[in-house]
């Protein structure tokens, strides 16, 4: 067999396949148009598109860290985007200020107003979108009003706090025919879009298992940020910033700041990591399916809190291994730690082919018994992942009322899987799911009812 002819596939098709895939891997490199995978095909048309020419108008959301990330991110690219950020919403008067002042800076003739009641912000008819960047326990309600008012979303990952929450936000997306896109950037890639394209074609075969990590290694404790000195009761409204959680306690600066280290407001790795594999392995497979089963595994037994001083110890794993089984019998294993930052090679294997990403490229290599039938074949260099990339999908997404590259349809069987695993490890039990019903059962097919607020004392 000849190694020259880099096409995934034999024969007298080879010569075809490959002027196609050179092609369309060409127009994805250049253009980001994504014709692979396509979700979303029966959601209902917006009442309310953006016209291609249309200026759109942003409300951010939290203000925070990430919050801000998007504020400067946005900022650059408004001229080139035709949007604009004129409002922002946060319930620190300190991190209202200063981001406003910040889309004000060099701005001249911007008008920008700041609130501390995102209802507030969500009355005004002028602004068409908002970005919801706030702690992990708002994101539905936020997302929902904002939908039922009629404003596209960019909610940050993950997209819920719960599972319960993540088909709110579903039927809310549905219901209002707005567009929804979740901060899991890397879905806006395109080497995952040509694994998905690969896939699709069949030249892999039946997809048999992946494997991914995001892996960190942070000897004095993963999201033990600094405190600010303007971190103070009068500055924040805590009751609001506690919202739906039912342990409610006194202000802390330490959870304003360290959040994610506690299970009333985050699932930890499971809501901060593993949403950036999760999403574009499961976009990779070109037919996203909600499990069917999972089961996870969680440890915090290195204490690494101990070295930030004056920080309690925190609620959440310091390592956490998923495995997931899907109905087409494709089983998916991630991993995450932050205790160790050595990951595992990014991989789908499939019945006839191996993808593996690496130096972002895709390669494709044939197993043994089809070396015959199946060439390698590895795929131009993409550009890495970016938050600009993945803002312009949302924008083209809104436009064009199309589903975007991280959707509602990906998203929610994102989140069945982020949310199970908690369940799984939290409980000590494999989680199977029914999408049909929306129910968790144990391996007995007995019914467990989804953890949310009040479910367990740390929540």
């Not at 103070?232 to 700041?257: C, E, M, N």
């Not at 064009?400 to 509602?408: D, F, L, M, Q, R």
Request: aromatic share 8%.
């Amino acid at each position: 067999m000849s190694t020259e002819n880099n096409s995934p596939v034999s024969g007298a098709s080879r010569r075809e396949f490959l002027k196609s895939a050179t092609a369309a891997t060409a127009a994805v490199a250049a253009t980001g148009i994504i014709k692979v995978p396509v979700y979303g095909q029966n959601q209902a048309p917006s009442a309310n598109v953006v016209g291609a020419n249309n200026r759109i108008t942003i409300g951010h959301i939290g203000v925070g860290g990430q919050g801000m990330a998007h504020v400067n991110q946005m900022k650059p690219k408004h001229g080139d985007n035709n949007t604009a950020s004129v409002a922002v919403c946060d319930v620190s008067k300190y991190r209202q200020d200063f981001s406003k002042g910040k889309i004000l800076e060099n701005n001249a003739g911007a008008k920008v107003e700041s609130y501390g009641d995102y209802r507030k912000l969500l009355e005004r008819k002028d602004i068409d979108a908002i970005v919801c960047a706030t702690v992990d326990h708002w994101h539905t309600k936020i997302s929902v009003d904002a939908l039922n008012s009629g404003k596209h979303v960019y909610v940050e990952k993950p997209m819920t706090r719960y599972l319960g929450e993540a088909f709110e936000i579903y039927d809310a997306v549905k219901k209002s025919g707005k567009i929804l896109q979740v901060g899991s950037q890397g879905c806006s890639d395109m080497k995952w879009h040509e694994a998905a394209r690969l896939v699709k074609s069949g030249k892999i075969g039946p997809i048999v298992m992946s494997q991914g990590s995001y892996m960190r290694n942070s000897p004095k404790g993963e999201w033990n940020y600094t405190i600010q000195n303007w971190c103070t009761d009068t500055d924040t409204d805590w009751k609001q910033w506690l919202g739906p959680v039912k342990k409610q306690i006194p202000f802390s600066a330490d959870h304003y700041f360290r959040w994610r280290k506690y299970y009333p407001y985050c699932a930890g790795l499971l809501g901060d990591l593993f949403p950036h594999k999760l999403h574009p392995y499961m976009l990779a497979t070109g037919n996203p399916e909600f499990p069917t089963r999972v089961a996870a595994v969680g440890s915090k037994k290195f204490e690494t809190d101990k070295n930030t001083p004056n920080t309690p110890m925190r609620d959440v794993p310091e390592i956490v291994q998923l495995i997931a089984e899907f109905p087409s019998g494709y089983v998916m294993h991630i991993t995450s730690s932050t205790v160790n930052e050595v990951g595992t090679q990014e991989m789908i294997r499939g019945h006839k082919a191996t993808l593996t990403m690496a130096g972002n490229k895709v390669e494709l290599t044939p197993g043994r018994p089809f070396t015959e039938e199946i060439d390698p074949y590895t795929s131009p260099a993409f550009p890495g992942e970016n938050l600009p990339n993945h803002h312009k999908n949302w924008f083209d997404s809104i436009r064009a009322n199309k589903e975007p590259n991280a959707g509602i349809d990906l998203a929610v069987k994102v989140q069945t899987v982020i949310s199970l695993a908690e369940m799984s490890d939290r409980l000590g039990i494999m989680c199977n799911f029914d999408p049909k019903t929306r129910k968790v059962t144990d391996g007995a097919g007995k019914e467990i009812k989804a953890l949310t607020y009040g479910s367990l004392p740390l929540s």
